[in-house]
């Protein structure tokens, strides 16, 4: 059986927080900060386990499609989060899917550190090398829901806005970085967890979990047999990762204790 891609997409995305949150009551946190809300779908789960969310996103033209969530509509450059927000102000930071279309992701997590409180987490769910594989598997097989060659052209040109576009003939030869790399091989060696985990332990960030997450493809793979049979097995195409600052106490330690 097989979903329409949001459909498809809006239920991974619903599992990923459910996992990420599941020993967190309501309202566990006082202020929380999502970046890369998207279109705000995540953004209404989130809402649950803040007294106060501050969804935001790069994209302009993402804002305006949002319903999900009326209060994420203002633009904000992750890279700038640092200088964004107040030092200190957040303790849950929070991103999805966001970091691998940052052409600096190192400025990105610098800029967590400044604005997330001492006692606060970090929570970044991100892909990994089999993410990739699979997408490309599910482009060139013809996996995909039939309109595929859009989906992907759209996605590309869409998440990652800061990277050079590509032109109309590159896209239809072979598939094009989903993230804000110069090559599809690149991207699968960024995609490693060891990589994801230096970057925010150089930033002062103390990985303490990682989870896996649901398995999906990111281009909507609805066939659902196949994808718990991968899951089955132990198969996951993204991870999420549970830091504090290095050496601090925090209440939420608990909670992915």
């Known amino acids: ?21 599941a020993r967190c009551p309501p309202a566990s946190f006082s202020l929380g900060l999502e970046l890369g809300a998207g279109v705000g779908f995540r953004s209404s789960l989130l809402a649950g386990y803040a007294r106060r969310l501050v969804s935001r996103d790069y994209s302009r033209l993402r804002l305006a499609q949002g319903r999900a969530a009326p209060a994420v509509s203002l633009a ?54 089999l993410a990739k594989l699979t997408r490309l598997l599910e482009v060139l097989s013809g996996a995909s829901d039939p309109g595929r060659r859009q989906a992907v052209d759209f996605d590309a040109f869409d998440n990652n806005p800061k990277s ?19 090559t599809n091989l690149e991207e699968i060696r960024q995609y490693r967890r060891q990589r994801w985990t230096r970057l925010m332990e150089g930033h002062g960030l103390e990985v303490t979990r990682v989870l896996k997450m649901p398995f999906n493809t990111g281009y909507w793979f609805g066939l659902e047999a196949a994808r718990r049979a991968a899951e089955r097995i132990g198969l996951a195409t993204g991870y999420a990762y549970i830091a504090f600052k290095r050496g601090r106490s925090s209440p939420y330690r608990r909670f992915w204790a």
Do not use: K
């Not at 059986?1 to 949150?21: A, G, K, W, Y």
């Not at 940052?102 to 970044?124: K, N, Q, T, W, Y």
């Not at 050079?164 to 110069?182: D, E, I, N, S, T």
């Open 164 to 182: 050079a576009r590509y032109g109309f003939v590159r896209r239809q030869l072979w598939p094009v970085p989903h993230g804000a790399y110069r």
């Open 76 to 129: 904000c450059d992750a890279e700038a989060v640092g200088t964004t927000f107040r030092a200190g102000a957040f303790d849950l930071a929070f991103s999805s899917n966001l970091m691998e279309h940052l052409p600096d992701p190192d400025r990105a997590f610098a800029g967590i550190f400044e604005v997330l409180a001492d006692h606060g987490v970090c929570v970044s769910i991100m892909p990994n090398p």
């Open 1 to 21: 059986m097989s979903r329409r891609p949001t459909e498809s997409l809006h239920q991974v995305r619903r599992r990923e927080i459910e996992q990420v949150f």
